[in-house]
Structures are given as structure tokens and as C-alpha cells.
């Protein structure tokens, strides 16, 4: 997952920057968000998810019903951001400043698809909740993503003191990750519609090669986001590269990042998914696990001490549910995963 979510940076990165030049204010306008009021992508990802969670005919019948209703907030977001790109083009800024400041204060990309996973969880079978999680995990971490682009474009520049060659030249990085992007997403595009045709005909079989296509064009994000960082470390003098060293670790490059210990409740739920739990013991501990996840999510990614808070909290919950002999059980999985985590936190770079 590192290596997706890392590309996403500098993709978010790049498509940011654009925006604000666009829209002038530094609001983005919809093409520079996840694309809302555009249905081919929410079909996309409607159709991603049922797969993803491996839905039967009777579940995917409903999970549509409740998409439709979605479908219809996301038509109705676009129509509204068609208003603001009528006002710009009219000349009227004023009037397109404050019809995107009206918009951008009632909704958030991603809360569209967010109340459809939310929506979609009582139809879910217990095997089908973890994937459901996952997949809401994942787009945590991406929302905290988009956060970082305005950290790397914005206060980044700042914090390091470029001056004014110096900020030519990082204008000059930002452009050319911009053009590789571009000329990458249009690849990915014809793809994308490529498959929307082979779904309509049911050709199974050109799907799969276009979703492996599609994965090959994927960045290697790693190698992506040390090599931005690179370009961005020659144009700086000594006494900025420290700076530039503490975004490297903040976004996963080139600096030991926090292993996910005691301290990362996922850790906790999954050393407890590996006990032996029996009768009313499932009910309970799916109970633990649900209202675990959605605290989580309620938690900024960055506030450690709240994510340690909330991980003993659960640990106690799940010590309190088991016997003695689970108890062992489960201490002796949180320190097996807690190893794992921490040796994959001192890889280099690059190491798949």
C-alpha cells in the first residue's frame, strides 16, 4: 500500500499546484479534486468496491440502490461547479469566489464515496467487514494525503527560505513532475475507457489485461518521490537540506518513519484476529473491532499520543474478553507483529 500511496503524493502534488494556478484563490476547481459530478468515475468505483468486497447478487442489488442515491449528490455537486466555471468565464470572480467558497464549506471530496461505504456496512457478512475497513483505512490515509500536497507546495517553499532563483528552479521541478504526470494519467485514461467498453461487451478476458496494463503503469512511488526529493536537495545550500530531511521522513522517504507498534490499533485488532476466539466471544469482540475502527478514523493520523490512547484502550477491551490462555496468545502476536512492523520501518528506500 506504501507504494500507492506515496505515488499519490506527488500526483497530488502536481495536480494541486495546477489548481490553485486555475482557480486564481486557491480553491481548486473540480477537475483538480477527485472527480465529483463526473459518473464515470463514480461507477468506477462503485463497481471496484462491490468486487472488492466480494458481494453476492442479493447485496449488490441493494449496494446499487444506495449508490443511485449518491449518484445523484454527485451529479448534483458537478452541476454546481459547472456554475463556478460559468462565472470565471464570464469574468466574474467575485461571483465564482463565492459560489466555491459556498460549495467547498458543505462538502469534502471523498464524503460522497465515504457515505456509500458508511451506508453499505449493514449489508456486509463478518468476512466482508475487515475488507470494508481496509478499504475506509485507505482512504483515510489518502485524505491525509491531500493534506500533505498543500504542506509540499505551500508551506514547503516557505519553511526552507527559497529565494528567487531558487524558486524558479523549484517551479521548474514542480512543472516537469506535472508533464510526466500528465502524459502517465492520459495513458491510464484510454485504459480506463477501454475497460468500461470491455465491461459493456462482458469480455472477461480483455478486462483482465487492461487491469494488469493498468497496473504496470502505476508509478513505482517510491522511486518517484525520492527522485522529486533529489531534484528539489540540489537546488537547495547546506543549511536547507536539513528542512527539506524532515519532509523526506514526514512523507516515507529517505528517513526512518514511526514503526507501527502498541501504539497502532490495527496492530492490536489484528493480534487479536489470530486468537482463538469462540461463542460470545465473536460478538463482542466485532463489536470492539468496529467501534475501534471508527474512532480511528475519527483520529488525526498525526495525533500519536490520541492513536496510543485509543490502541490500550482497545487492548484492555480484548484482555478483558479473553481467558488466560488467549491472553498469552495474544500478547505473544502483538510483539511478533509489532517486530514485523519495525523492520519494515528501517528498509531502505526501494525495498520492495
Known amino acids: 500500500m506504501a507504494r500507492l500511496h506515496l505515488g499519490s503524493v506527488i500526483l497530488g502534488l502536481v495536480v494541486s499546484t495546477a489548481a490553485a494556478q486555475r482557480a486564481g484563490d486557491g480553491w481548486p476547481d473540480r477537475r ?12 468506477r468505483m462503485v463497481d471496484r468496491f462491490a468486487r472488492q468486497l466480494e458481494l453476492d447478487e442479493e447485496q449488490r442489488a441493494e449496494y446499487r440502490e444506495t449508490a443511485e442515491v449518491h449518484r445523484r449528490r454527485m451529479e448534483e455537486v458537478g452541476q454546481r461547479w459547472q456554475e463556478v466555471r460559468e462565472a470565471m468565464q464570464a469574468g466574474d470572480q467575485a461571483r465564482a469566489a463565492e459560489l466555491r467558497q459556498g460549495l467547498m464549506s458543505g462538502w469534502e471530496p471523498g464524503s460522497i464515496i465515504a457515505d456509500l461505504l458508511d451506508e453499505a456496512e449493514p449489508l456486509l457478512r463478518d468476512d466482508q467487514l475487515e475488507r470494508l475497513y481496509e478499504i475506509q483505512d485507505r482512504m483515510e490515509e489518502q485524505r491525509l494525503r491531500m493534506e500533505m500536497y498543500g504542506r509540499l507546495t505551500r508551506d514547503m517553499p516557505e519553511d526552507l527560505g527559497l529565494d528567487e532563483a531558487q524558486r524558479e528552479q523549484f517551479e521548474q521541478i514542480l512543472e516537469s513532475q506535472r508533464e510526466q504526470q500528465r502524459a502517465r494519467w492520459e495513458e ?90 469462540v461463542g460470545g466471544q465473536r460478538d463482542a469482540f466485532k463489536q470492539i473491532e468496529r467501534e475501534a475502527m471508527k474512532a480511528r478514523r475519527e483520529i488525526r493520523r498525526r495525533d500519536v499520543e490520541g492513536q496510543a490512547r485509543l490502541a490500550a484502550k482497545v487492548r484492555k477491551q480484548i484482555v478483558d474478553l479473553l481467558d488466560a490462555e488467549q491472553t498469552r496468545d495474544f500478547e505473544e502476536h502483538i510483539e511478533r507483529l509489532e517486530r514485523g512492523a519495525r523492520g519494515r520501518s528501517r528498509r531502505p528506500a526501494g525495498t520492495p
Open 32 to 43: 483538480a479534486l477527485a472527480p465529483a459530478g463526473d459518473s464515470q468515475w463514480f461507477d
Open 188 to 277: 491510464m485514461r484510454s485504459r480506463w475507457e477501454e475497460m468500461r467498453a470491455a465491461r459493456e461487451s462482458g469480455d472477461e478476458a480483455r478486462i483482465e489485461e487492461l487491469r494488469q496494463e493498468l497496473e504496470e503503469l502505476r508509478p513505482d512511488a517510491r522511486a518517484m518521490a525520492a527522485a522529486y526529493f533529489d531534484q528539489v536537495e540540489q537546488i537547495l545550500h547546506d543549511d536547507q537540506k536539513a528542512i527539506l530531511q524532515k519532509y523526506r521522513e514526514e512523507v516515507g522517504v529517505g528517513g526512518p518513519s514511526a514503526a507501527r507498534g502498541s501504539g497502532d490499533v490495527r496492530i492490536v485488532l489484528r493480534a487479536a484476529r489470530r486468537v482463538r476466539i
